[in-house]
Each structure stands twice: as C-alpha cells, then as structure tokens.
C-alpha cells in the first residue's frame, strides 16, 4: 500500500467516525465517538470547530494567502486553498453527479463512469501548513459546507459597514470582483456601501462626490430602498452650496442631473420654483430700475435674471429690452495670480499688456491709427475734420469737428484748450515736454474756437503721427461739452472710456459721454474685464457664456477656435513683437562683443516653437531682426536673421571677459508679467548660462537692470522708435550720448527726412545698425487674435488694437439656454 | 636842360616837406600830450526811469539823482567820471583816435573849434536804472549799454523795501555790468602787454575792485576814419588774454587763442588795439554751433567738452564737462564763479573740430562755426559697423580653432573636419577688404565732388588704419598653421605603431 493510498485510508476512516455524527448538534463530546485515530493521525492537532473561529480581518483577508474553509459534519474546520468549482462547489458536483448517472452506457462506458461517479463524490483539496503532500481528497458526504474565501471577505465588509470603515470595505469588495465578479452577495454588500457612504459623503457636505455615488447606486439598483431621500438631501447641499456662490449654472447643471433620475422628485420640484421665482423677481426689479432710468441696474439685473433661469419664456423679451438699452461688454482677461507673475508686475518698468489695452480703450487722441495699408499704418482724428496745409506744408490750419455722432464718446473740443494742450507740450518746465515736438513746431495759434493753426519749422513727415496726442480733460472740457459723466474728471486722461471705482479684482470702464436719450441704435456702454487665473479658465468662460470676448488667444487653441461658428477670430493688424532692450547706463550698451554673445548664444527657433507658441500655430510666429512689424515697409527684410551660434557666444563672451578686465558682472533683466514669457525665461536663462552668461531676473520694484524685456508694437516706426532707444523713452541727446556721434547723426537724420521713401531708407539702415552692434536684442515677432462670440456688432476686421472702434460695437441679447 | 628840371623839382619837393615839417612840429609843440589811459577814467552816465508816476517814485528818483553820484564817488573814486560832470573838452586817449588833432584838456573854448565843443561826450557805459515801487517794496532793475561796442548787459534786478540802500545796491549793480577795458600790444603770438584803462587810479571800496584776481580780455581792432570816427570793430576771435598780475593796471597777459596765429602782425592805419574784459554777466551763455557751409546747419547732437587750463605744475584732475548739443544745435554753458574762463572742445565722433577758450555767461549767445565734417563722420560710422563685423569674425575663427585644436587632441577626427569646414568658410580678409574699398570710394568720391580736401584726408587716413586692422588680425597664417598642425598629428597619430 503506498504512502498515499494510507493516508486516504485514514481520513476516510476519520469521516467515517465523523459520519456518525451527522445530524449532532452538540459539539464534539457525542455518544459516537470518533474512531481511534490512527498514530500518525494522533500527532496532529484537533481540528478547530466553526464557532471557535471569527471571520478574519481585512488585514488577513488582503495580505494572507486565500483560504476556503471546509466544514465538516461535526463543525471541525479544515483550512485549504480555495476550491474548484466555486461557488456552490457541493451543488456543482452533485448536479454533475447526477447528470453523469443519466449518461447512458453506450456514450459513458460503464468503467469510465463508475470512475468519473467517484471522482465526482469528492473533492481535491490543498491544505495548508502542510509542506509535504498537502494534497487530499474528501469525499463530499463528509461536507457540510464550504465557507469560501469570498465569503468571509463579503462577511467581513459587512461588519466593516457597520463601524462605516467605508474604504477598507472598498477595497475588500473590489478584491472581491477582481477575483471573481458576480460573487453571489457581492451585489448586495456594494449596493450597500454605496448608499452608506453616499449618506456619509452627504453627512461630511461633500454633495458633488455625493451625488457621483448616488447616481451610480441608481444605475445599478434604481428601487434601492431610500434613495430618492438620499438623493433629496444630496440636492438640497448641492444647491444651496451653489446659490451661496450665486453659480446658478452650476444649480441648474444639478438639478437636471436629478431631473433625469426622477423628473417629478418633490426636492427638485422645490428648487426648481425657487429659482423660477428668483428670476422672476429680479426681472421685476429690472423692470422697475429700468423705469426709474436706472438702466445700468437694469441690464445688470435682467442679465441676472437669466442666468439664474433662462428658460423662462417671459424674460425674453424683458431681456433684449433691457441689454439693448444698456450694453454691457464682459471681456476675460488671463492675470496669472501666481506669486512670480505678481512679482513679475510689480518690478516691470514699462507698460504691460494690459495696461496698453486700457490705455486704447479710454485715450482718445487727436490723431489714432487705424488700419495698415500698404505697409503703412493710417491714421484718422475724432476731432479734427480737416486740415489745410500751407507755405510749402510747414503751415498747417486745422478745422474741429465740434458735433458729435450719437455713437461718439468723447468731449467736445475747443481749438483753444487744444493750443493750451500743444503748449504744454513745448514747455520745457511742464513733464508733458517733447524736445522733438518743441524743435519741429514754430507756433501753435488758435485762430477761432473751431479752428487752429500750427507753424513748424520744417515740413513734416506725417502731422497725424506727431499729434498721436491726447488732450486731458478739464473743468472747462466737462463743461462745454455739456453731456459727460462727472466721473469721468477724476481721470483726466481717459476721454473715451473711463475707469469707475471698483475695489474688486473686476476692472469696468464706462463711456465717458453718456449715449442720448433718443430712441437709436444703443452701443457698448460698459467694459467689463473679468480676470481669469489661466487660459483654460478664460476659455471655459468664453464656452460657457459668462464672457463674450477675449483680447488674446492662446495659440494651442486657435486652429480649433477659428472653426467655431459660435465665434469671431479675428486677427489685429500688427503683430506683437519681442525685444531685449538694452539699459543705456548699463556696462552692456558700452560693450558690443557682449551684447552680441547675448544674442547668438539663444536659440531663438527653439524658444519661440516650444514655449512661445507652445508647438503650436507655428504659422503665427516668426524670428525678427529688428522693432518694428514684418508687414510694415519699415522693417528691412533684407537683414539675415541673426543664427544660434554657441561657439560664437562663447568666443565673444571671452573677448568681453579680457575687455572688463577679466571679470564679467552678472546681469539683470525685467521680465513683463506675461505667461508666455515666463515660459520661455528658464530656457532663456540656461540658454546664456551655457556660454557663460549669467543673467538674474529683477524682482525688486525700481531696481537697476541691464536688459528689459519689452513686447511692443510700433506703429509709426519714425517716432516709436524713440521709445526704445532709452529706459525712459526719452529722446533729449543728452541722455543719449552712449551711442555713438555717427549713431546719432543716423537718428538726426531720420528726424530731418521730409519723405517717406528717404525715411524707409534710413529706416533700414538703424535697423541694420543697431542690429550688426546688438543694440538691441531682437527676438520673435507673434501674430495676436482676438475671440469674440458672434452677438457682436461693429468689430473692425483687422483691428490695431482689441478695442478698436468699440463706440460703435452693439450687443444683441443673448444668454445660454442650453441645459449645463 | 632836362637835368635842371629834375634838380628844380627835387629842391620845390624837399622845401615844401621841410616846411610841412617844421609847422607841424610847430604846432605839437604847442599841444599837450594825451593822457596814459591808466590815468583816464571811464565816462559814464546813468539816466533814472520811473515805471510807476507816484509821488514817492519821483521823490525817490530826485532822491537818487542826487545821491548815486556821491554813492559812485565814494564808492567807485575818480575812476569813473559822470558824463554830466565833464566839460566837452576833456577828452581821454581811449576816446580820442591816434595820429588825430588832439585838444589840449585845459585849452580854452577860443581854441576849440565851435564844432568841437558842441559835440557830445563820448560816454564809455551808458546805465539805464528802472524804478517802480509798490506798497512796501522798490524794484529796480539796472542795464548798461556800451556805445561803442554796441552791446546791451543783462539786466539785473533789485528788490528792496529800504530806500537807503538802494544808492549802494544799485552802484554795486552798475559795477557789477561794468567791463574794464584797456590798450594791448603785442609782443609776441603768446605774450601780449595790456595797460588797463583807470587802473592807476586808487579803489575806495575795495568790495569794488576795478580788476578781478583773474581777469579775461577780449582783444579787438577799432579801424577810424580819416574824421576820427569808428570806422569798424574787428574782434580777434576766439582769443582770450588773461590778466592775473598787474601793476597799476599794466601787465603782461597770457594769449589763449582756438586759433593758430591769433594775432597776426600788428595792423597798420589808424587803428587802436582795445582789450575788453569779458566777465560772466549771465547766467548762461547758449553756444550755437553750426557748419561753416552755405546755408549753415545747426551741429545737433555734438559733444561739447568743457575744460580748464592745464596749469604747469598742476597735479589736480582736469575735470571735463561733457555736454550735447540739442535740435537747435545749441547748448547751454554755465558760468562757474571760481573758473571765469574753459576751454570748449567740440568733437564729430573722433575727430575734433574746434577747440576754443570762452567765458561762459560774458555773452548770452555765442555762435562757433566749424568745417561741415558729416560725411566724414558718416563715414567713420561705416568703418565702426565693419570693424564690428571683424572683431565678430575675429572671434568666431579664434572660437573655433581653439575647438579645432581640442578636437584634434580628442581625436574627434569628424569633429575637426567638420570646424576646419566652418573656419575655411569664415569671411577673410578679402572679403573686408572688397567692403573697404567699397566704403572709401564712395566717401572718396563725395568728398571730390563736395571739394572738401579735409574731408578725402581724413577719410583716407580712416581708411587705411581699418585696412592696418584688417590685416593684423585675419591673417592667413593663423588658418594654414592651423591645418598644417592638425594634418600632423592626424598623421603622427595614425602611423605611430601600437605598443
């Protein structure tokens, strides 16, 4: 007899005792005493009963080998590795027991029968602990039950729902599906702690995760039993977690979500009237301000109104009314509210974006450019008719346009305040003082009130360039004019759109002339500028309605944004181009081999692909050799784009190194707080650092730097120019002295030019200059697109700038209505 | 026959002159000698105008006539002669031309001519005083005019509320527009004798000296004519002689002069040698400078340098002033209490222009013409931007031999082949030399057609040391001893047997 046939001899001997206690209740101390056991059986420990044991633990279930538990007739408990078939091991071999005996002789001889019946008597276990021969066979009438591994797991979650370990039991029911999903019971004990812990996550305030489980528990089990309360209270946190944000959108977005669970839900039928009246008494208020020739209120409220329930059909109507008469533009804006950006801001020296934008929306001077053609931008005056020149041209009379358009925002001008202004600007004692002005005009003389002269010494090269001049407000302006907002005399230089007082993070501009009473088409009376902390944020505003336009598009977004019908993309006239300007008292403007290993040792191509344009649009971006825009006849296109060159950098930056005297100084550079440069800075930085170069960033508000990092666009190439050549744009010699005589006599050239073909030329030969010295440190230049949502009227097709014209834009009405 | 003629006519000749002679001498003889001009006082008349006809403004301006004339007396001594004290007789060296009729100071009327004594005094400073007054407080503005100099001082104001002091107020006013002047005589280009006019006579105040430590004159040449009168004032420009040690008045004064030879041979015909000094009335003097070419153009954007004199022994620093010129071409020069005088550089790019002494503040406008050097200049801006170029390829080519060099250590044989590559394609010196030429032809050129021979020199000269730089530094030798070093250790490398 072998080994194994010995011992399959003995635990059938041990069952047979065992089956003589079928049907005892007590535990082991029966009449029938189990058969002696055999010695090798003596050795071994007693089995464990079944209620000595507990259920294990999630520790144990999770990091201990799987174990089924095989009861026997006597309550002992023999631990194996997990059996097969499972689950419902016993009932499978029994069925398949009994399908066997069906089998007819002829299929099943009687002998393979005979043998598939005993196998089918029994089952195949692995018991544990057991290091040699673990393997045993257990004739299944000596069975009770099987307690599976996936039973005691879902035992075990169980309990643990019931102290509402809610996580340890959701990792012991995912255990349980990974390891065999349908688990009988699994269902059960999931839908369980679904709604368990959706009732906590309701408990704790978070509603939204709450909701999330909620939903799933009603896909899966949609008649549990108290869900619908559950879903009650889900909503009542949600919604009134939204309404304290006044995001009615977000109200909206949920209820529809419980709409579709149970659209006659008491809970959501409640809110749904809420807001319903909500909206309907701030349409009434609308109303009412409107009648009391409040419209702002007015606008303001209906377009509340709608937001917080558009569906209602009688605001409709209500609400082209009330935004058709008072026009509120909402404008996204991306200001970054990281802390380098604020620091960024607050150390930069010259005007950032934004500031120019504001000054474009609210200056209004004499003379403003309007369109490029031909490669030259042309100008147009708001207040100046016409304009006869005389004596050659070195004369010039001007004629005021004294009646305003409907339309028109702006103060009515007189040719005297106008003169007075001139003046001020050909005093040496006032700050308003322009050498180059002063040199050109001889006498500036009002002739009448409608009517002015100005006298030069020479014939100009384009009078409305030089008179790119605003006229600042006065007591007097507010009072001829008759119909201007009072507000509008705090700020003496905003005369088309003014800045109201606002201490939030939203900037408005107002028109400074109030838009007549007479029935007409109405036109933008308010900007708003909503500031958003990132383009996808600005986006998602745009998408979802709370904002109509936005100044600039990011270029990952404009392919797929130019092939949306809801939107205008429109790209402005000049594109944006980016220059390292050079500090004319720093050791850098005395020393060209170092400024010219600055600009070598960057990869321009590289930075303007990955981090300017994001690899994105590359269409909208190209490498630049001088200030002024590519599509301009200024720009000399004959000029080879300085390359990347390292070894270049790093010999010059030796060259520089013997000229300091062997030492170079690090060096500073202001950054504008724009999110594509702070992109592209580290790259920068590491870039220079390679050949040597070490430049630090300034963060400190009026400290000393070297380089500025400036983002312009010129439009009159022959006066903008100045603006560049020193930090403070000034254009006295004296502060020019660092270039060179020859430099100078260059500049004084192009001052004196009467022709726009010898000022071309000129032109050309600085930008060829000033590049061969890396005078300045030319970067890329960057096509700019403004967004705006197809309600809007009267946007010009190439703008110079994103609110061009914008006296002239209208509004329809228009709010989203779509379910969020 | 013929020989008797001539001998007749010689003796009439000699006769007539021996007679011309003898009354002239006559009739010096008979007339006194002139007065050395230390010995001469100034002439000068002040006239009070009141702005404002109330009693008290006339009271004050009687009041003041009467009492200026013995503030000046006390104050400024004989030194100056009120026009209305003197008899038309008295006439001074300074006012009278040489080589004229002279009148004796004490002749009697008799033996003036009628038309002589009618004639008005010459009267050196004319003092023009302005009164109004309001309540509580004098204004008074003083000016001074020189006849024969035709120049109107500034005017200086004085305001005070106590009447008493306004007779030495306004004498210190009138002192302070007053400009001492004197006779000069040249000794040499650098050295020049000046007697001042009224310098012997004794200082009663001495806050009111006639001459400062250091004074600065101004020489000039007055031409007459045959009648005496002024026939022109010819100054010597751009020359300045500093007085800063004289006895009674008389001295020897430096020559300070932008000029080469300044003062030229002594002029012949009646001609006087004035010296007048030049004192910083105004605040500021505009220094226009503008090109010597018709029409001129204002020099904008010009540096102008302001300096002292090197003194010899000197070892303090020579501060310099720079300054720039603005869009008219003007730039404004302050006047400096401790230094009456700087020298003025003005420079076009490298090459200097002028350089001229001047006393800042002595005239309220002062205008420099200078050659017209812009296509020069415009040409030195051409050579800057190539030489700019050269060092940039200077740079790269040492760049890459010495990358070259590593390379071929490493032996990175690729890597060198790829540099040499990169270095044989650099611009040589050819390629400088072809822009060269093509700049100083054209300048060459301009400046033959313009006739500006200064301008084709300098030019040239630029030219050539950019050429002196371009083959300084590219040499070939640099490249070719490069290859050649490289091709031998490529091959020492290659052919060395392995241990």
Redesign the interface.
Known sequence: MTLAAFRVLAVMCLCWNLAGMVGAQAPATTNTDPAPLTPAEAEEAPLPKLVDLKTPNAEELLRGKPVDWLVLLNQDVIFVEPVKPRPDTLAILKQRYEETLKIPTAVLPLEEKQAKLHELQRIAVTLLDRSEDPEYVIETRFLEKIIYFEDHILKRVALLLDERNYATAYELLMYVDRRHRGWPGFDEQYYRFLFLETGHWADVGQYERAMIQAEELFARKPDYPELARLFGRIIDGLLKERLAEEDYRAARHFLARLKRIDAMHPTGERWTQLLQNQAQELAQQARAAQQQQQHREASILIDQAVRIWPDLPELRATHRELVDRYQILRVGVVVPDDSSIKTMRAAYPYETAADHRHRQLCELPLFEPERVQDGLVQFRSRFIESWEPGNLGRDIDFRLRLRRAAWESRPVLTSGEIVASLANALDPQRPEFD??F??EVRLVSATSPESWRLQLTRIPLRIESRLRRDVPLTPETLAWSGDLNVQAATRPHQQRFFQAEDPGDVQIFQRTRLQPASPEPWHIAEVQEWPFPSWELALQALLRGEIDLIPQIDPTDLSALSNDSRFFVIPLALPQTHILQVHTASPLAQN??LR?ALLHALDRSLLLKEEILLNAAPETGRLTTGPFAQNLSAYNRLLRSPNY?P??A???V??ARKQLGGELPPLKIVLPPDPAVLRAWPAMQSQWKRVGLTVEQQIEPNGPWDLGYRMVQLTEPTDDLWSLLHPSGSS???D??VY?????????DL?QTIDWTAAERVLHQIQA?FL??ARWIPLWEVDEHLIARRRMGGLFTRPMHPYQNIERWTLQSWYPTETP | MRDITRSFAVGVAVLWACCFSWGTWELRADEPLPLPIEFQPYVVDFEIEIITADADTLLLQAELSQRLPETIERCIGSRWQLANAIQPSVLSEASVPADSEQESAEGSDSDVPESKAEEPIPVDVQYHIQISTVPGRITVEVSAMEPLWERRSPTLTIQTGDRRELPSRIVAAMHRLFRPRGLWERIDDEQVRLRVQGAAFATPDPELPLLNPVEVFTPWMVFYTREGTVQRLVPVPWTLLELNNSVEGSGLVTVYSGLAQPLGTSPRGRVKLFAVAERSQWETSELLLQTQSQPPQPL????VELHREVVAGDDEPIATK???????GVVPLSRVEQQPWVWVTV???DQRLAEVPLVPGAERRIQLDVPDD?LR??T??EL??LQ??L??SV??R???IL?ARAAGKKQAWNDVTALTQQLQQLPGADKFRDQLAGIRVSAVAQARQQQNRLAERRIVRMCDDTNALITRYLADDKVRLLLEELDELKAALTTDPPP
């Open positions: 050498g180059r002063e040199h060209a081999s010219r060159d070894i270049r790093a010999a010059l030796a060259t006295d010699w004296a020019l002295t060179p005589h020859w430099l100078r006599e260059r500049l004084w001052e200059e061969v010295e | 904008v954007a010009h540096r720079s300054l720039i010129t603005n869009r008219h420079t076009s790019g812009r200049l415009r030195e801006g800057r931007l700019s170029e060092v940039a740079a790269e040492q760049g890459l990358a």
